[in-house]
């Protein structure tokens, strides 16, 4: 028997190109290159706030000054709150078959998200899903946020799941790296970015999307 940890952005959630449209629209009223706002996103993918802060930070610290960094950081945030003030971020497609897939044959299923735990439990509940699942860890669990297999670790011991057999299933390279680094079995489902040789290396496979991955399932296991 396995056990399977999802990441939730990029995964679950279609919110990472969500939230990057709104850091978009909020960098063009103060004339900020896209592509740097674009790059400087794709780092903070897989982190959790303090670290994607500090990238933002890195990244801006020599043209903008602390206000104006935390001024366009908060406009964007609350731009995508507005933009989903019911709560409810579009649903990856295959997200239910597998999930339906997994509870039908007895499978644990948890969840493993750099997010604030708080605002994880709220957007799965919101979403209709939160049955599916025993438990959830965010990113304020964590002293470090993945790449470091630290969230991994603590999700397979909180959720009585040993690393070896339980998958993690991931859209980020940080994700991988700390799946790959905690000892469990990495399924990659790449969402902005694609596999490079790293990825193919790190993860046992890597599939196009969650249906790609229930199959997969269904025949390895």
């Known amino acids: 028997m396995y056990n399977v940890i999802f990441d939730m952005d990029g995964v679950i959630f279609d919110s990472e190109r969500t939230l990057l449209a709104c850091w978009i629209e ?54 995508h709150k507005i933009r989903y003030a019911d709560g409810v971020l579009p649903i990856k497609p295959g997200v239910v078959e597998i999930l339906d897939f997994l509870q039908s044959g007895g499978i644990s299923v948890g969840v493993a998200s750099s997010t604030k735990r708080q605002k ?16 959830f860890i965010g990113g304020d669990a964590v002293k470090v946020s993945k790449p470091n297999p630290e969230i991994y670790l603590l999700a397979c011991r909180a959720f009585g799941f040993a690393p070896s057999d339980t998958f993690a299933i991931e859209d980020s390279f940080n994700g991988i790296r700390a799946a790959h680094a905690a000892g469990m079995r990495p399924i990659m489902v790449p969402d902005m970015v694609p596999a490079d040789d790293e990825m193919k290396r790190l993860a046992e496979t890597v599939c196009k999307d969650l249906i790609e991955t229930m199959d997969y399932l269904k025949k390895t296991v």
């Open 120 to 135: 994880v439990e709220q957007q799965i509940r919101n979403a209709g899903l939160y049955d599916y699942f025993v438990g």
């Open 26 to 79: 909020t960098s063009k009223k103060y004339d900020l290159n896209e592509d740097l706002i674009r790059n400087t996103y794709m780092q903070c993918i897989g982190t959790n706030r303090n670290q994607s802060t500090q990238i933002f930070r890195n990244a801006f610290c020599h043209i903008l000054s602390d206000e104006m960094q935390t001024r366009i950081w908060d406009e964007s945030a609350q731009l």
